[in-house]
């Protein structure tokens, strides 16, 4: 039995009830991360020069702002900010 167009709510959550699975979840992985971030330098000073660069790359998207790329078309003159 589909339920038709039109028909009203019935039971679930209220709008803005927060998920308690959700809530629950975040906070166990909150304090993996922690402890993960407690031991990484230790971490990273045993690790090769090529394992440490490789790490350190894929955790700069998350510390540096990514910047984002400009266009110019052909008919368009480039202005460079110092008018």
Do not use: C
């Not at 709510?9 to 009830?17: A, E, L, V, W």
């Not at 045993?46 to 790359?57: F, K």
């Not at 700069?60 to 990514?66: F, H």
């Amino acid at each position: 039995m589909p339920f038709k167009p039109g028909h009203s709510k019935i039971g679930g959550r209220q709008p803005g009830t927060p998920n308690v699975l959700t809530r629950e979840i975040r906070a166990i992985l909150k304090d993996v991360v922690q402890n993960e971030l407690a031991t990484l330098p230790e971490r990273l000073a045993a690790m090769t020069d090529d394992q440490r660069m490789t790490v350190l790359v894929k955790l700069l998207p998350y510390v540096l702002p990514t910047i984002e790329r400009t266009h110019h078309t052909t008919d368009e003159p480039p202005t460079f900010g110092f008018d």
